[in-house]
Structures are given as structure tokens and as C-alpha cells.
């Protein structure tokens, strides 16, 4: 906690206007028990209207000046907070933005959005609680003490009781709620995770019939929110009867053992009355206190948690003393590339090396988990070599800017990701600057523009979350778009012409292989078909390299590739 409030150095003339402001209609609120006493023993007693409509006067007047010293405070303290917040937030979403995929994999997406948002604003409301009321409590507390001792030290004495309860009382209610605030953010988690998959995977839920068993997975995780939930609440609401019980006694105490000095002469009503409104400041400044100490524990677990982001450093980073490569034309060589996933006990591709050249297809193609994807993901930094080098225009990757590296690069995933937005927008995604006769130019080619013009809206036709109002093979199309729209050295298709049908497959190859001819271009595909036409065919299995060539070298040389030929050859695919 004490790490984040670094970040508030911005704002420490804001800082100082609440203290000021505080110390301000602290010092009025402590005034006014004065000047009521005096009202009743010296215009009350002695029948003076005059100075009780003066002395009245100046209370009227402190307590306006108070009220707009409040106002300000929580003005203030509220800017203060709200803009810490906005900075906390900020500063994690620009982290989480370095972070490789493998920091993603290991923090999980469902966590790092809790982190975003619930433990930021736990964090930010406790600042603005502890910006008006952790300056404004021990003020009131020394205030009300010295002022209460001032009128009558021995009725003082009272609070010697009083105050080690009090005491007790916040440290136990501290030791019980730090774990649970630890463990309730853990349960939210839990629990955004649960709902991100249930809609997310809507679609197949209800395909396999799995609906009562998801409602069953949410209602326990809702359950143990809910339990943990409570017994926080519990504690919380278990202060508030017992400080009552403290501050009702307290009073009576006072009360009590001030009749007494007032009938032994030795105290004046006006003083009792100064004193009672003293020892409610005393004990309001407490409980004060003490929901800061039961707040803030919680605040320490999620700064605990948003920390634990900001330290994890990216694995992947920009060399101290980048190399710039000169040439331009876009040469991939893998050079005895070995890569495994964090965690995994055999490497998911092993002593890799081939060259993409440009103007040249180069298609890599095997069977399920044979490494083709990890190959291509390799190329743009999303992950590093464990061993071997890739070498981007002659210079090894890790040692270029990765704003550079991937500037070279027009990469379509494997699952196509659209953006809420219009269609013109998510394909300015690849180059931001496009006009829209480039836009169009780009639709075009990777065969979208039929079904784009058939929207009212054309290219501002909204997009909605996830591409929801798309087809499968429509949301493949327009990644690709927005990957040519940017005319990159390097074009990585992952898998891309897989929801499409034969005819539209046919004719985007033919419009990418005039758009692309200067360009290098490496194609991670399932079907015979989509590769056939490449200069170089690579043969994945099991992580290595099982042969290279053309189409008809492999069918002559490679067992493995004709296996994948013959297992293809259908009525509508045949090689």
C-alpha cells in the first residue's frame, strides 16, 4: 500500500489544501462546545441577551465556516482519489499491455481485469476515506483530549477506561479482517472467471446440454463469495453495537461523576455540557479510526495484488542497444530454433531451421499439435527461443525494436479478434491512417467487399463484441484485410482460410498472390489445397521438421505429407 502512495506526489498541493482545510473546521468544531458553555454560564446564568445572541452569533458563524471547509475537503479528497485511481488503472493497463503471452497465461485475463477494476477502486476508496478522515480523526481525537482535560482533568479520567476497550477492540477487529479481504478478492476472481466463460462459451454450454452443470460451477463460486462476504460483514457490522455500547456508557459515566462535581460546586453546568459534546467528538474520532483500520486491510490486499502485476516484469523485452536491419525486403530464417511452453516437459518445436524468402509462399502444414502455430508466433516476439535464432532481414529478432520487428509484420491468428466498432475501424486497426479507398482496396482482395456492401452502412457498419453480428468466415476475411491494409515485408497467415469454402478459398489465394508478390509470405494451413501452390512446403511432426519442398517433391519423398494428402483426397479436395 505504502509503494502506491508513491503515485500521489502529483497531487500534493491538493494534499495540503484537505490538511489545511481540515485543521480548519477541526479547529471550528472544537470551538463550538467553548462558546456554547459560555452561553449557558455566563448569558444563561446571568440573564445576558445580548451575549447570547452575540456569543450565538459567532457559533453561527463557526459552524457555516465548517460546513464549507467540509465541502471542500471532500471535494478536494474525492479529485484526489478518483485521479489516483484513474493513474492506478492507467499505469497497470500500459503494463499489462508488455507483458508476453506468457505472463497473460500465468496472471489468467479474468484475474488481471479484477486487478483493473475492483482492486483499484477498493484502493482509491480508501484514499479518499484516508484523505477525510485520517486527517480529520486525530485531529478531533488530541483536540477533543486536550480541550476535555482543559475543562475538567479529574471527570477525565473517565477515558482511561474508555479508551484501551476502544483499543482492543480495532486490533482484534484488524487481525480478523485482513485474511478474509485477502481471501474475498481471491473469491472475485473466482468468480468473474466462472461468468467470463459461461458467456463467452454460451454457444457451446447449450449445444452439449451443460447449462445445470455451469449454473451448479457458478452457484458455488457465488456461494463462497457470499459466505466470505458475510463473515466480513459480520465483523463490520459487529463494531458499530459495541462502540455505541462503549460511547452510551461513557456518557453516562460523565454524566454521572459530573453531577457530582457540579453539586460539590466544583464544576459549572456549561462546562459539563462543553464536556459531553468533547468526549462525542473523542469517541466519533475513534470509530472513525477504526473503520479506516478495518477498511484499510482490505486495501492492503488488492494493493498487495495490483503490485504483484506491476512487479512481474516482461520476459520479453527491447535489447539495450537495439539493431536497426537496412534492408527492407522482409528474409525470415529460423536457424535451430528450439521452443518449449513454460511448464512443459518436451519442446513443442525442436531444432527448427528454414528460410522464407520474398515473393515466395512458404506454407508450413502437419497434423494437430505438431508446432505449427508456436512456429509462426515465434517470428513477431510473442514468445523467445529457448535456443537457435530467428533472423528478421539478417538480424536476430532479439536484438531488434519490437515496435520495429513487428512494424515488418501483417499477422492474421489463428482465431480471428474484431473490435467493437465499425468494419472501417477494426481494419484501420492494421494501419491507422488508411483512407477508405484503401480500405475498400484491402476488403477487396481478401474477398469481403460483396458481403460488406450488402450492409446498409457499407465499411461504417457497426461490429459488435467479438464480431457477433459476423460469420465465421466473415470475421476471417476482414483480420485479413486489416492485415494487407498495412502492405507489411512479412504476411503470417495462421490458419486463416480455414472457415472458408473451397470457391472463396480459391480466389483469395489468387488476389493475395498479386497483392503479396513482392512481399514474403508464410501460410499455417490443414488443407492440401490451400498450400499446394507454395514454393517451399514444410512438414510438421511432433515439433520437428519432417521434410521440405514443393507440392510434387513431397508427394515423391515425404510419407508423412502423402499420408496428409491421402487422408484429403475427397470429392471436394483432391491433390
Not at 484516508?130 to 486536550?146: N, S, Y
Not at 472475485?188 to 458467456?199: H, I, K, P, Y
Not at 504483484?308 to 520476459?315: A, R
Not at 497467415?493 to 503479396?516: N, W
Request: glycine share 6%; net charge neutral; charged share 20%.
Amino acid at each position: 500500500m505504502l509503494e502506491m502512495m508513491k503515485d500521489l506526489k502529483k497531487y500534493k498541493w491538493s494534499i495540503m489544501a484537505v490538511i489545511l482545510f481540515t485543521l480548519a473546521g477541526t479547529l471550528l468544531e472544537l470551538y463550538l462546545p467553548t462558546l456554547m458553555a459560555d452561553v449557558v454560564d455566563v448569558g444563561i446564568v446571568n440573564g445576558d441577551v445580548p451575549f447570547i445572541l452575540q456569543t450565538g452569533g459567532w457559533m453561527f458563524l463557526c459552524s457555516i465556516l465548517a460546513i464549507g471547509f467540509a465541502i471542500a475537503v471532500t471535494y478536494f479528497a474525492s479529485k484526489i482519489a478518483l485521479g489516483f485511481g484513474r493513474d492506478v488503472r492507467r499505469k497497470l493497463f500500459v503494463h499489462v499491455e508488455n507483458f508476453s503471452l506468457q505472463e497473460f497465461e500465468k496472471m489468467g485475463p479474468a484475474s488481471l481485469i479484477t486487478r483493473t477494476t475492483n482492486d483499484v477502486k477498493q484502493v482509491q476508496d480508501v484514499t479518499n476515506m484516508m484523505l477525510r478522515m485520517m486527517t480529520r480523526a486525530p485531529l478531533m481525537l488530541v483536540g477533543g483530549i486536550i480541550l476535555a482535560v482543559s475543562r475538567d482533568a479529574m471527570l477525565s479520567l473517565v477515558f482511561l477506561a474508555a479508551l484501551p476497550i476502544l483499543a482492543g477492540l480495532i486490533f482484534l477487529i484488524s487481525k480478523k479482517a485482513i485474511p478474509l479481504f485477502g481471501l474475498l478478492q481471491k473469491r472475485t476472481d473466482r468468480l468473474n472467471l466462472l461468468l467470463r466463460e459461461g458467456l463467452v462459451g454460451t454457444r457451446v454450454v447449450r449445444a452439449f446440454n451443460r447449462v445445470e452443470y455451469e449454473k451448479g460451477r457458478f452457484n458455488e463460486a457465488n456461494e463462497a463469495y457470499r459466505d466470505t462476504g458475510i463473515k466480513v460483514n459480520q465483523i463490520i457490522a459487529f463494531v458499530f453495537p459495541v462502540m455505541m455500547i462503549i460511547m452510551n456508557f461513557t456518557n453516562v459515566a460523565i454524566v454521572w461523576f459530573g453531577a457530582m462535581r457540579i453539586d460539590a460546586g466544583e464544576m459549572a453546568v456549561g462546562n459539563l455540557m462543553a464536556f459531553l459534546q468533547y468526549s462525542m467528538m473523542i469517541l466519533m474520532s475513534l470509530i472513525m479510526l477504526s473503520m479506516a483500520f478495518i477498511m484499510i486491510p482490505r486495501a492492503q490486499a488488492s494493493a498487495k495484488r495490483i503490485n504483484e502485476v506491476l512487479k512481474m516484469h516482461p520476459l520479453i523485452h527491447d535489447p539495450k542497444y537495439p539493431v536497426t536491419s537496412s534492408d527492407k525486403n522482409g528474409y525470415v530464417e529460423f536457424e535451430q530454433v528450439t521452443f518449449r511452453y513454460e511448464g512443459a516437459e518436451k519442446p513443442a518445436v525442436k531444432k527448427v531451421s528454414f528460410t522464407a524468402k520474398p515473393g515466395e509462399i512458404t506454407a508450413i502444414i502437419g497434423s494437430t499439435g505438431a508446432g505449427k502455430t508456436s512456429l509462426l508466433q515465434l517470428i513477431p516476439r510473442f514468445y523467445d527461443v529457448e535456443s537457435g535464432m530467428i533472423k528478421v532481414d539478417g538480424v536476430n529478432v532479439k536484438e531488434m525494436p519490437q515496435q520495429e520487428l513487428r512494424q515488418k509484420i501483417g499477422y492474421v491468428p489463428q482465431k480471428a479478434s474484431l473490435f467493437t466498432g465499425t468494419i472501417a475501424d477494426n481494419v484501420r486497426f492494421g494501419k491507422l491512417e488508411a483512407t477508405d479507398n484503401e480500405v475498400i482496396e484491402a476488403l477487396t482482395t481478401a474477398q469481403a467487399i460483396d458481403f460488406v456492401n450488402e450492409k446498409d452502412d457499407g465499411i461504417e457498419t457497426m461490429i459488435e463484441q467479438a464480431g457477433a453480428n459476423l460469420s465465421g468466415g466473415q470475421k476471417q476475411r476482414l483480420s485479413i484485410a486489416r492485415a494487407l491494409v498495412r502492405k507489411p515485408n512479412i504476411y503470417l497467415f495462421d490458419d486463416s482460410f480455414s472457415a472458408l469454402d473451397y470457391k472463396t478459398d480459391a480466389r483469395l489465394r489468387k488476389a493475395l498472390q498479386a497483392e503479396t508478390k513482392d512481399a514474403t509470405m508464410i501460410v499455417v494451413a490443414q488443407r492440401v489445397n490451400t498450400v499446394k501452390d507454395a514454393e517451399q512446403i514444410i512438414v510438421m511432426h511432433e515439433g520437428e521438421v519432417a521434410g521440405s519442398g514443393s507440392h510434387e517433391e513431397l508427394l515423391q519423398t515425404n510419407k508423412i505429407y502423402q499420408e496428409i494428402v491421402a487422408s484429403q483426397q475427397t470429392e471436394g479436395e483432391s491433390a
